[in-house]
Each structure stands twice: as C-alpha cells, then as structure tokens.
C-alpha cells in the first residue's frame, strides 16, 4: 500500500503542476488622468474562459477601483479598458487576480498623473453660438513656446488639429475654430512632455436649439469628409486605399464594434491602432503627403462580422480594395504552428490514468 500511496502523491503533484496555467500583462507605466487605460495580455487559459482585470488604488492600502471581466479570444489573447475619468493623481495596480506560475506576469503599475492644472482659461467657456469658438488663456512654463490643441466637435469629429499655436512671453495662447453647430466641444492641450489636460466649450444659440448637422469646418472652406463602408472579420478583414491630401489627415471607424486599424503609410511602415474600446470610434492621425495609403479594418474579437464604414478629412478619395494590397501581401507574418490545448484539459486524464493503476495495484495484492 505504501507503494500506492507514493504514486498517488506523485501523480496528484504532476496534475498540479500540469494545471497551472500563465498570465502576462501589459498596461503604460504612465497615463494622463481621463485617458482610456489600455490593459492588455495572454494567457494559456482555455480560450473562451471569462476572467477578471481589476483596477487598484495604491496607497498605505490598497482599493478596488473597479473589476472588468474579459473574455479570452481564440488567439489567447485578452483585453480591458478602463475610464480613468475623476480618479485622483498616483500609484495604480492592474491585476488578474488569480495569478498563473512560473514566469507569469499578472500585474502592472501605473502611475496616472494630471496636468490640468497647468492651463488657465481667460476666455468664457460658455459662449453664444457664432459659427467659432473662442479660446484663449496661459499655460504654466510654456513662454515663447507652443502648445498643440486639438478640438473635437459633439458628435466625435475633430474639428481642428491637431495642430500648435504659439505662446507669447507670458506663456499665453489665443485662437478662434470655426464650427458649423452648437454644442460641447472638447478642446485638448498638449505639450513636448505629452498630455496636458483638456477643457469644454459649450455654445448655443438664443433659444438654445440645435440647426440641423453639417461638416464642420476647419477654415473658411467646408471640410469634406470622404468615406467607404464594407463588410469585415477577423478572418475576412476589410480593406481600404486612401489617396491622401497634404497636411493633417484624420481617419476614422464606425462605432459598430471594437475595430482595429492597421496601415501602411507612405514609407511602406505598418502601424496598428486599436485604443479606444466598442463605443468610440478608432482614429489615427497623420501628416499626408499626397501619396496613397493603406488600410486594413477588423474587428478585435472573434467570431463576429459586421459593416465598418472608414471616414477620411482632408483626402482625396477612400475606396474599397477589392484583393489584398500587395504591401500587406508583403507583411504577412510566417504560418504559426497550432496552439496546445490548456494544461487543466490534462487533468481528466490524469484522473483516469491514476484510478487504473491504483485498480491494478490493488489485484496484484
């Protein structure tokens, strides 16, 4: 019987080793506050499995801030994003909870810090709708320097930038945007170091009723938004060929589902873009060159399909691409071999395995 009882433990010790499953996150070591925080990670958990990533507040305790569940995709691949909208400046932690073994990475730091109070607004942010907002203040160590300003219009579009305005000798900005309708605009600030912070600026008319929506402008010229919708997965992913204009270039997804964008710019390098979760649109910005960009959309999850419509300011055309582009073609990764099974679908069989020779042990007696 001690014979028996010494292959039990060992095997029962091999089940809980073979069990035992890997986590590896990734989060910034920094963000601005009110900035999406992006957590990503992989695991060898069972894909499908629904596991959580929660948010902390690092001080002489540690709080929950909030706990997300996320699913693992079939590529072993997980991701949440958290709104850091109100939270106070300091030390967070990023965490799934149930930690893997070995080399797992199962939590982060991140230090979230604000800025904000760096800008002083002299002008009224509630204003009489004239067709521009007005904007104008100082901000902290910024003399005879510039600051890039960036304004996005109720329903998501930017409307200007981004783009620098200079500062004078006491670190003060002004500038008027012409907008096409009332309403709240999100004007965001950022400087050498990175993002300052952001105010809003609400205009309405006399009776407070919104005209019927145009294309805002970006100069006394209407700013025409081009645009092509297909049909994408992540097994059929949507392509697109953009002909660019000069100077700033806005490209932006519907809000039908979590997209993803990549493109090649007009170097031939491959940028990847995916920020910004299921309810706001994913947005890239570039300086055009006049040259031809492309763009390849699909969606983050698996197993789902949907129309994505790309929207262009400041190009020339968007179209549909009816194959491959030949620079994706170019950028396929290498055929990756198929992934194990999760270690934990080794223990049923490890069960069986050990109930059978503690059988036989047991007829030898």
């Given at each position: 019987m001690k014979k028996i009882v010494l292959l039990m433990i060992g095997l029962l010790f091999l089940s809980g080793t073979v069990s035992a499953y890997k986590v590896y996150i990734n989060a910034p070591d920094s963000l601005a506050v009110g900035k999406p925080l992006v957590v990503t990670g992989t695991t060898t958990i069972g894909v499908g499995t629904t596991i959580d990533v929660v948010l902390y507040h690092q001080m002489t305790t540690t709080s929950q801030v909030k706990r997300l569940p996320v699913t693992v995709q079939s590529d072993t691949t997980f991701k949440a994003i958290f709104d850091t909208t109100g939270l106070k400046p300091g030390v967070y932690k990023v965490e799934v909870p149930s930690p893997?073994?070995?080399?797992?990475?199962?939590?982060?730091?991140?230090?979230?810090?604000?800025?904000?109070?760096?800008?002083?607004?002299?002008?009224?942010?509630?204003?009489?709708?004239?067709?521009?907002?007005?904007?104008?203040?100082?901000?902290?160590?910024?003399?005879?320097s510039g600051v890039q300003i960036e304004v996005i219009d109720p329903y998501?579009?930017?409307?200007?930038?981004?783009?620098?305005?200079?500062?004078?000798?006491?670190?003060?900005?002004?500038?008027?945007?012409?907008?096409?309708?009332?309403?709240?605009?999100?004007?965001?600030?950022?400087?050498?170091?990175?993002?300052?912070?952001?105010?809003?600026?609400?205009?309405?008319?006399?009776?407070g009723a919104a005209p019927a929506y145009t294309p805002a402008t970006t100069s006394s010229a209407?700013?025409?938004?081009?645009?092509?919708?297909?049909?994408?997965?992540?097994?059929?992913?949507?392509?697109?060929?953009?002909?660019?204009?000069?100077?700033?270039?806005?490209?932006?997804?519907?809000?039908?589902?979590?997209?993803?964008?990549?493109?090649?710019?007009?170097?031939?390098?491959?940028?990847?873009?995916?920020?910004?979760?299921?309810?706001?649109?994913?947005?890239?910005?570039?300086?055009?060159?006049?040259k031809t960009i492309y763009v390849k959309i699909y969606p983050y999850m698996y197993a789902v399909a949907d129309n994505v419509i790309l929207y262009g300011e400041n190009v020339n055309s968007v179209a549909i691409s009816p194959t491959v582009p030949a620079p994706f073609e170019a950028a396929k990764p290498e055929a990756t071999t198929a992934r194990a099974a999760p270690l934990t679908s080794a223990i049923p069989v490890l069960s069986a395995a050990l109930a059978a020779v503690v059988l036989s042990l047991k007829k030898a007696d």
């Open positions: 893997g073994s070995g080399d797992s990475i199962s939590m982060r730091l991140v230090t979230l810090y604000d800025r904000s109070d760096e800008i002083s607004m002299t002008y009224p942010l509630n204003q009489s709708f004239t067709g521009k907002i007005y904007i104008a203040g100082e901000i902290r160590g910024l003399e005879d998501g579009l930017v409307v200007f930038g981004p783009q620098y305005i200079n500062t004078d000798n006491n670190a003060h900005f002004a500038a008027e945007i012409p907008i096409a309708l009332p309403g709240t605009y999100e004007v965001s600030f950022i400087d050498s170091k990175g993002y300052i912070g952001s105010r809003t600026v609400t205009t309405l008319t006399e009776g209407v700013l025409v938004v081009r645009s092509a919708q297909s049909r994408s997965s992540r097994d059929s992913p949507a392509y697109f060929i953009v002909s660019t204009g000069t100077g700033p270039v806005t490209l932006y997804t519907s809000e039908s589902l979590d997209w993803v964008i990549e493109y090649i710019d007009d170097r031939g390098v491959l940028h990847m873009v995916n920020d910004r979760g299921n309810r706001t649109a994913e947005k890239v910005l570039f300086q055009g060159n006049g």
